[in-house]
Nanobody, 127 residues
Framework: QVQLVESGGGLVQSGGSLRLSCAPS????????MGWFRQAPGKEREFVAQ????????HYADSVKGRFTISRDNAKNTDYLQMNSLKPEDTAVYYC????????????????????WGQGTQVTVSS
């Protein structure tokens, strides 16, 4: 069974930074890429960022572009989401996701493209 484990969430003041990490536990799996999504209370899960494994290309939601950076350390088999200039509206549970579907590249914004999800990590930004 594939499991993804996120870490690095917490409480930070507006304008601050956090770095989220995502690493697999259990059996290994191949993936075209990895994505980060978030879900705030009462709202639907929304796309945040995605990275394609083959060429390192990235995509971001407009709301985080220029503030968040997705990256991967192949040696550690870990993906990261660096979040800078955080705003109260960034408050949400953040999830990493992966899977074997090519849709991770072609429909990176669609939660249905991903088969494996982490348990989520809470990010709270105070004003």
């Amino acid at each position: 069974q594939v499991q993804l484990v996120e870490s690095g969430g917490g409480l930070v003041q507006s304008g601050g930074s956090l770095r989220l990490s995502c690493a697999p536990s259990g059996r290994s799996f191949s993936s075209y890429g990895m994505g980060w999504f978030r879900q705030a209370p009462g709202k639907e899960r929304e796309f945040v960022a995605q990275i394609t494994r083959s060429d390192g290309s990235t995509h971001y939601a407009d709301s985080v572009k220029g503030r968040f950076t997705i990256s991967r350390d192949n040696a550690k088999n870990t993906d990261y989401l660096q979040m800078n200039s955080l705003k109260p509206e960034d408050t949400a549970v953040y999830y990493c996701a992966g899977g074997p579907k090519l849709a991770i590249v072609t429909r990176y914004f669609d939660p249905g493209a991903y088969d494996y999800w982490g348990q989520g990590t809470q990010v709270t930004v105070s004003s």
